[in-house]
């Protein structure tokens, strides 16, 4: 929903004159400070005030946007556009219970996560300080039953600044899972919502001894014991990914430059 | 006698920008710029080569999102226009230099020349549409064009989501089949990023190869007995490629490679950005932003040189420094083949160079120069000869089966480049929109059951979500230039994509919003929503 136009809705429904009850319910589900000995006026007073932020920051996203397509000119085409489309708002939340792992490389995680009304009710009405955590199960080779992982791994979360996390995992090549939860009054883990099962990728040599070939013409299989590899690889040591920035001003040096980059980033592991 | 198979291959591939709504748009100069310097570089070179009756073979994706845009006529007269003005620019800079400085009038007069003949070769000899002139090499045995996935999209970050990947590749076979009249036999993956298991949807598309980068053999679930110097095939019988490391170090490696001779072009020093603003006002972008206009007379010089002290550049100084280049890369390819063949023991082995296609002659304005050099003289080899890829597949009678491991060609070889602090709030978007798009599609599975005015909205929906997953977006928030774009792309798709899935979702069309959206977003006409339904 784009701001502009809850504006809209909500100064229409403003008009429409809703009864006190309604006011008070609505403010509250704005997350606008309503207190019970208000009356209706002051409510309203409420309202018209987030009404003007809410004006506030219409305009400013315009501003924005009338400032986006700079790079270009207008064209004689440009009447054919909708009245202004307002800028690319996209939402904060989905409203869907999801946690989602995904690979980074073979020692590095990265889960977010988004809650359902639901989840967040439950999430509100849990006692003040209540520590959110997120485990990290190893689950390689495992149907996962809620406690049979090789390894379990706790971060704790900030749920009010965070939305996403990254986090480091011992082993390359192995099936991770994650639960986000609470930590209960008397100290046990309540999974809230779980994820899915994320590998690793493999930054090692197979220690497999065998060998698979295809006969092509013959369309036969042959499975042969494996005397190693003929030719020995030589293989590149991975940085840090926090060190792109650094690299990236220096090959930068002051140019607007896209080529050199992408050489660097793509074309080139460590080159 | 056994020789050594050289494989080159290029990948060509820019996100899909038009802007139709705006005479000029700055990004659009990707395109323009690519074109100039290397997709036409390259069909003269092909031209060359064969009127000498030399043999040479490339492999090259050509990605749909390129062939789209190659393919799109407003592109092609803004293209047109914009040579147009070059070419008057160039005129008035062949005037000027005269007074200035012989070796500066000289290129003046070389670019000149050059630009005439590009507009001619793109203008009257393919009509505006150079894929025919991609298609014909093709047709003629030089050329492997393959396919790419739909947008160019990072497909392990689709894992969980089977239709997306096959929609990714299902629109990339299509529209390679719309320009090329054939089934893609091969497909070069997006950032060469491969994980196990994606090698059953290619299958399932009847794609015959893929490429990965070294260490996706390295690290494979057994070890290919020939590392990465012959290709394997995945249980699902793929044919697989790995990129030899050889090669591209010796090629691009900041240190050691040819681009950085000094007697090759300066890409910093142009008129764009050097000539008084009154005079180059017109020949930039026409907000005043300075813009590479393509002519630059001033060579690298020295690596440690400052901009402002480079030489000026020699045109025929540096096509024998690339000729030179050439022939030293042809020698190492051969000690290489040669080791090889001793190590094997007779079996050829098969050595893969791929690049980004428009680092030839764009970045480093001399690579066609190299490439032509490198191909007329490998005719001669008596210890390699430059293959297709396809050739390897057809001619292969015994081989590995490997799963390769999870990899990618970006820095560090896994996914960090387009999954970091700058770029991963993009992803619960995508993924969200894959959701959705399903969701939708499941409610109007039969297209000729679809009111008309839904199958429009539907098919949209999967065009934003497409463009949205363009990995460059991603990428260019990692590298840190032109990231407002990028940033406001991914925003603007996902935007239009969640006003049309709340369109289809009440059945109210806004048709005049959705025609804007068809209208600015025109990308793949022939789309079919249902592609989402394949879960």
């Known amino acids: 929903m784009s701001s502009e136009r809850n504006y809209k809705k909500l100064k229409q429904w403003l008009e429409s004159g809703p009864t006190i009850q309604e006011l008070k319910s609505k403010a509250k589900d704005l997350g606008l400070k309503v207190k019970r000995m208000m009356k209706k006026r002051e409510v309203i007073k409420l309202f018209e005030k987030y009404l003007k932020s809410l ?62 009304q639901n989840t967040k009710e439950i999430i509100k009405n849990l006692p003040k300080g209540t520590r959110f955590v997120l485990r990290i199960y190893d689950v390689t080779f495992i149907q996962f039953n809620g406690n049979n992982a090789h390894r379990t791994f706790e971060i704790l979360i900030n749920l009010e600044h965070q939305k ?19 930590v209960t009054k008397d100290g046990r883990f309540m999974p809230l919502l779980r994820s899915n099962v994320c590998r690793t990728p493999s930054n090692s ?67 | 006698m056994p020789k050594g198979n050289i494989v080159f291959m290029l990948h060509a591939h820019l996100p899909f920008v038009h802007h139709p709504q705006y005479d000029f748009f700055l990004e659009e100069n990707w395109l323009f710029e690519a074109i100039t310097e290397t997709y036409i570089p390259l069909l003269r070179m092909f031209k060359k080569l064969e009127e000498e009756s030399k043999k040479f073979n490339l492999t090259m994706s050509i990605t749909p999102p390129l062939m789209e845009m190659l393919a799109n006529e407003d592109l092609q007269r803004k293209y047109i226009l914009r040579m147009e003005k070059l070419i008057e620019l160039a005129e008035k800079e062949v005037n000027r230099t005269q007074k200035e400085n ?88 997006a950032e060469c990023a491969y994980f196990p298991g994606l090698d059953k949807y290619l299958a399932e598309y009847g794609i015959e190869f893929f490429f990965v980068d070294s260490h996706g053999f390295w690290y494979a679930d057994e070890r290919p007995r020939y590392g990465v110097y012959r290709p394997v095939i995945t249980p699902n019988n793929v044919f697989v490629f790995a990129r030899d ?49 393509g002519i630059k007379y001033h060579k690298i010089t020295g690596k440690d040189v400052p901009l402002n002290e480079k030489d000026f550049y020699d045109i025929d100084e540096a096509k024998e420094a690339a000729k030179q280049h050439a022939l030293d890369f042809l020698r190492k390819k051969e000690q290489q083949s040669e080791n090889l063949l001793n190590l094997f023991e007779g079996l050829e082995p098969v050595i893969v160079a791929p690049f980004d296609a428009e680092l030839f002659g764009h970045w480093w304005y001399e690579g066609p120069i190299f490439l032509e050099e490198f191909m007329r003289h490998a005719n001669e080899s008596k210890v390699i000869r430059v293959v297709k890829a396809s050739d390897i597949v057809d001619k292969i009678e015994k081989v590995q089966i490997v799963t390769p491991a999870a990899s990618t060609w970006g820095a560090n070889g896994y996914n960090e480049v387009w999954l970091n602090g700058t770029n991963d709030w993009i992803y619960p978007h ?46 260019i928030m990692t590298t840190n230039t032109s990231v407002e774009y990028a940033v406001n792309r991914t925003k603007t798709h996902v935007k239009r994509f969640l006003e049309l899935y709340d369109m289809v979702n009440s059945g109210r069309i806004d048709m005049r919003r959705l025609s804007h959206y068809e209208w600015v977003d025109d990308i793949f006409t022939d789309i079919d929503y249902t592609m989402y339904l394949k879960v």
């Open chain 1, 164 to 182: 996403n996390y990254y986090f480091n995992v011992p082993m390359p090549n192995a099936d991770y899972l994650a639960e986000l939860g609470f």
């Open chain 2, 102 to 189: 012989p070796k500066k009038h000289k290129m003046a007069k070389f670019y000149l020349e050059d630009f005439k003949e590009i507009l001619y070769i793109f203008k009257d000899l393919y009509s505006g549409n150079i894929l025919n002139g991609f298609k014909e090499y093709m047709e003629k045995g030089y050329l492997d064009v393959i396919t790419c996935n739909a947008t160019h999209g990072f497909l392990p970050f689709m894992e969980q989501y089977p239709q997306a990947i096959r929609a990714q590749i299902e629109q990339g076979v299509k529209t390679y089949e719309k320009y090329m009249g054939v089934r893609p036999r091969g497909i070069w993956l």
């Open chain 2, 245 to 293: 490391p050889e090669s591209s170090e010796q090629v691009w490696s900041a240190d050691i490679g040819y681009p950085g001779d000094g007697r090759y072009r300066e890409f910093y020093r142009d008129i764009g950005f050097d000539r008084e603003f009154d005079y180059i006002k017109p020949y930039i972008d026409p907000s005043g932003v300075r813009t590479n206009t």
């Open chain 1, 55 to 116: 004006e506030k920051l219409e305009e400013m996203e315009n501003k924005s946007l009338n400032s986006l397509p700079s790079s270009s000119s207008k064209s004689s085409q440009e009447e054919q556009k909708p009245p202004k489309e307002s800028i690319p708002e996209i939402p904060q939340t989905y409203e869907k219970d999801k946690l989602v792992l995904m690979p980074v490389n073979p020692t590095w995680l990265h889960v977010y996560w988004d809650f359902s």
């Open chain 2, 430 to 475: 995508l993924h969200e929109m894959v959701e959705k798009m399903t969701e939708a599609a499941k409610k109007y599975p039969n297209p000729e059951e679809t009111p008309e005015e839904i199958k429009r909205a539907l098919n949209q929906m999967a065009r934003e979500l497409l463009l949205a997953q363009s990995s460059d977006w991603a990428f």
């Open chain 1, 205 to 271: 040599p197979s220690q497999s001894t065998r060998e698979r070939w295809l006969d092509i013409r013959k369309k036969r299989k042959v499975v042969t014991p494996s005397d190693g590899p003929v030719i020995k690889e030589v293989e590149r040591i991975a940085g840090s990914v926090f060190k792109l920035e650094r690299e990236i001003s220096k090959s930068l040096s002051g140019h607007s430059l896209d080529w050199q980059l992408v050489s660097f980033f793509r074309s080139g592991r460590g080159i």
